[in-house]
Every structure is written in structure tokens, then in C-alpha cells.
């Protein structure tokens, strides 16, 4: 039998050692997530102004094709897979923590050096947790609702928040969602800022994150919360927020990494 190398007992012994965080470490890395953002707001806008553009045609299409049950489950998806979109972001803070040179050019230097085809793996993952996620949340709306078409949004919204049925809706929807958000925050919470510092494979970094997620239980449940809030602030002003929102979640996540993870 072949044991694979990222799981092996030996690959496990240079694993890189997660350390304790709390609080105070959040609003650290927020703090330099904002300067990172500060400090290059057009190189960094014009690589996630595609998130809320995209974010906008996806909820035209949707209202066009009348798949309102589909809004809120593709909308929160974006916490899902956005530790993958924010490569980018990843890479502009390690080359300013290194005193490189940060533009846009470079950003995605990561997917085609260091570990690419780990990354591509780590995002593979997320992308199944996204699609599974979108499979429950219509089987929850298909239980509840049925078939039932609606003339407008305002319709459906009426139905959603009034009745008996949507109440359902909304609470057990949103205890799925939860669940799968913390699938995803064990998968990546340091996994991809891991593999675009480090040329390991996907297992470490999965099994890294996953590591931290245990050792720091409270405080990465804490993490999540805020980055929801925060998304859910982004969305709210008809994506716009996002190009603000995501920047600076993406420049945070990197600073957490490093105050969160070790050397091997």
C-alpha cells in the first residue's frame, strides 16, 4: 500500500507549528490589512473590481431567469471561495512585508511558481464545498417551498420572511450555511497564503490550517464571524462594497497567517 507524502508520519514532523492567537491578533492583522490596502488602492481595486462587477451580473441573471431561491446561496458562496480569488492579494503583501516592488504584473506570480498545482488543488476543494453547499440549500428550498413561483421579488420576499415555511427557510438555511462556512475556514484559513509563501503540497496546507483551527477554536470562530459580517456589509451596497471589503480581508488573511503559523 502507498501512503501518500502529505500524509505520511514523517511529511507530519515538519509540518509548520501553529501558534496561540486571540483577539488582539485579529485586530492586528486587520490594522495591516487596511495599510496594505492603503498603500496600493488602484493596483489592488483593479484586481478584485471583477468581484463585484461579477456579483452584480450574477444577481441581474438571476432575477432575470427567475431563480430568486438561488440569490442568497450563490451570493454567500463568495465566502466560500474567496480565500482562492484573493491570490493576489496573498502575494502584494508578502512582496511589501518583503520590500518588493507591488503591482499588479506580479500578483498572480504565485500560479506559476512556488506549488500551482497545490493551489489549484486547495481551490478544487473549496469549489466542491461551494457547489455542495448550493446542492443543500435548494434541497432545503425544494423541501419547504416546493415548485412555488413567484410574479416578483417582492413576492418572494413576502413569503420568505411571513410565514411559517420561510421562517423555516431562513433559520435552517442559515445552520447549513454555517456549517459549510466552517468546512471552508478549516480548509483555508492559512492554507493558500501557506502554499503562495511556501512550496509545500495541498495536504500540509489543509492539514496546517486545520491545525490552527484546533489549537485556536474561539478565536478562528471569532475570524469567521468578522469576515461574514464584513461580506455581508460588502453585499449589502449592491456589491460595491466588495472592492473595498475584499482587499482588505484578502491583505488581513495573509497578516494572520503569518502571526498564526510557524517555520516548518
Do not use: C
Amino acid at each position: 500500500m502507498t501512503v501518500s507524502p502529505a500524509f505520511s508520519p514523517v511529511t507530519r514532523a515538519y509540518h509548520p507549528a501553529v501558534h496561540r492567537i486571540g483577539p488582539a491578533d485579529l485586530r492586528t492583522a486587520l490594522a495591516k490589512g487596511w495599510g496594505d490596502f492603503l498603500d496600493n488602492p488602484t493596483h489592488v481595486l483593479f484586481i478584485v473590481m471583477i468581484y463585484p462587477i461579477a456579483g452584480v451580473i450574477l444577481a441581474a441573471a438571476v432575477f432575470e431567469n427567475d431563480l430568486l431561491p438561488l440569490l442568497f446561496p450563490l451570493a454567500s458562496g463568495f465566502a466560500l471561495i474567496g480565500p482562492f480569488a484573493a491570490i493576489g492579494l496573498y502575494e502584494m503583501s508578502r512582496r511589501r512585508e518583503r520590500g518588493q516592488e507591488t503591482d499588479w504584473v506580479q500578483a498572480y506570480a504565485p500560479l506559476t511558481r512556488r506549488s500551482p498545482r497545490a493551489i489549484l488543488g486547495v481551490g478544487l476543494v473549496l469549489t466542491a464545498i461551494f457547489l455542495a453547499w448550493l446542492v443543500v440549500a435548494m434541497g432545503i428550498y425544494r423541501a419547504l417551498f416546493g415548485g412555488a413561483a413567484y410574479a416578483s421579488a417582492g413576492a418572494f420576499l413576502t413569503d420568505v420572511l411571513t410565514t411559517p415555511r420561510g421562517w423555516a427557510l431562513i433559520v435552517v438555511g442559515n445552520l447549513a450555511g454555517a456549517a459549510f462556512s466552517l468546512l471552508a475556514l478549516a480548509v483555508s484559513a492559512v492554507s493558500i497564503p501557506l502554499l503562495v509563501d511556501r512550496d509545500t503540497d495541498a495536504g500540509t496546507a489543509i492539514e496546517t490550517s486545520m491545525a490552527l483551527m484546533r489549537e485556536n477554536p474561539g478565536t478562528m470562530a471569532l475570524w469567521g464571524v468578522i469576515v461574514a459580517a464584513l461580506l455581508v456589509v460588502g453585499m449589502a451596497s449592491l456589491f460595491v462594497g466588495l472592492a473595498v471589503v475584499l482587499p482588505v480581508l484578502g491583505h488581513a488573511t495573509w497578516h494572520l497567517y503569518r502571526r498564526a503559523v510557524g517555520p516548518a
